[in-house]
């Protein structure tokens, strides 16, 4: 949605790395915000954008208006998305749906006519946002007659020198909350030192409340279905969301608990 730093510059690079041509798209999209959330003040910086995709390797940057993605106006486009049938991953218990219920219908109805219109081969998005990867890919697999052969590629999460996962939103942080925001990546290392998932969630929800964030979730799931574990032995992905004032972080990792 723009405001590029190095995460994203990292996702071109890596998408160059497979040849052909490497298009970026940059949209913010109106569909998949509540009325009370960021959109007007979403950072739009699109002369800076266009420097760093072409200095990371895009041949081509798609800058369309709601026009263009949305030809049957905006509102008719949101009502297309609450009718759209999501993948159960969008609904998974305990994370997005707690607080952005209406979050990946406009997510899905982007990201499909964005690749209906572009047609890649390959679409690298990041794993920093970990469930919105988990349902495109879905979303791409229950609908192959659509979007054909596109692989769904993850891209590692890239951090500051701190440990805070980058992120547009980030530019909105005061010096006083950057720091608060460090609670966040400490979260997820103290999930990491726990025996069990009931303490791992437990010390993450306390890490993020001892750092003054508004905790929205602290969680531990099934790394590929996101459910709640039931048996040991799978893989366990920690995820967490939590807000400072108007700005709301989110942040993951894979995660082993030690033995009990």
């Known amino acids: 949605m723009g405001a590029l730093h190095a995460g994203h510059e990292a996702l071109i690079r ?3 790395g ?8 940059l949209f913010v ?6 009325e009370n959330e960021d ?8 002369a800076d954008d266009l420097e760093r995709a072409e200095a990371a390797g895009a041949q081509v940057v798609f800058t369309p208006s709601c026009e263009e993605i949305y030809p049957e106006g905006q509102r008719a486009a949101q009502a297309a998305a609450e009718r759209l049938s999501l993948p159960d991953l969008a609904t998974s218990p305990g994370l997005e749906e707690l607080t952005r219920p209406h979050f990946f219908a406009g997510v899905c109805l982007v990201v499909g006519r964005l690749l209906d219109m572009i ?33 769904i590629e993850a891209s590692p999460t890239v951090r500051a020198p701190d440990g805070l996962a980058l992120s547009s939103r980030n530019a909105y942080l005061s010096p006083e909350q950057r720091v608060m925001a460090l609670g966040i990546p400490k979260a997820l290392d103290v999930a990491g030192s726990c025996t069990s998932i009931d ?8 890490t993020l409340v001892e750092h003054q964030l ?11 279905q996101l459910a709640p574990p039931k048996e040991p032995g799978i893989p366990l992905r920690a995820l967490v969301a939590a807000r400072l004032g108007g700005i709301r972080l989110i942040d993951n990792c894979a995660i082993e608990l030690g033995s009990e």
Do not use: W
């Not at 497979?18 to 798209?25: D, E, F, K, N």
């Not at 959109?39 to 699109?46: A, H, I, M, N, Q």
């Not at 303490?199 to 306390?206: D, F, G, P, S």
């Open 14 to 16: 890596q998408a160059s």
């Open 18 to 25: 497979h040849g052909g041509t490497t298009v970026v798209s």
């Open 39 to 46: 959109f007007d003040e979403y950072p739009r910086t699109l």
């Open 29 to 34: 999209n109106p569909t998949q915000f509540a």
């Open 119 to 151: 047609e890649p081969d390959r679409c690298i998005f990041g794993e920093k946002d970990y469930q919105q990867l988990l349902v495109i890919r879905s979303m791409v697999e229950e609908r192959r007659n659509r979007f054909g052969n596109v692989v």
């Open 214 to 224: 508004d905790v929205e979730y602290a969680a531990i799931r099934h790394a590929e």
């Open 199 to 206: 303490e791992a969630q437990v010390m993450m929800r306390q």
